[in-house]
């Protein structure tokens, strides 16, 4: 069974870059997707992005400028960048991917100064 776990701060200032990593257990990130996605306080879920073993990473169209999503094989780890962060990107982010699409428990990031 996969297993994933987010990692990373809980407090990001403005215009600063958000950087996510989830580590995968049970199963290898170099077959099927990962993705990140997230839900805004309030809101519904919002895909972020995914890498896949065969193409990508791909994007949300509105978050792609400020997006990266790339992976550490030798650590069986992907990671999320997020760039020029504002409040409105606070929300809890969740890491999900492998052959029944598991997901992590989600990590809460709040941009505040």
């Known amino acids: 069974q996969v297993h994933l776990q987010e990692s990373g701060p809980g407090l990001v200032k403005p215009s600063q870059t958000l950087s996510l990593i989830c580590t995968v257990s049970g199963g290898s990130i170099t077959a099927n997707s990962w993705s990140w996605i997230r839900q805004p306080p309030g809101k519904g879920p919002e895909w972020v992005g995914a890498i896949t073993d065969d193409a990508g990473p791909y994007y949300s169209p509105s978050l792609k400028s400020r997006t990266s999503i790339s992976r550490n094989t030798s650590k069986n780890q992907f990671t999320l960048h997020l760039s020029a962060v504002t409040p409105e990107d606070t929300a809890v982010y969740y890491c999900?991917?492998?052959?029944?699409?598991?997901w992590g428990q989600g990590t809460q990031v709040t941009v505040s100064s």
């Open positions: 999900a991917g492998g052959p029944e699409y598991s």
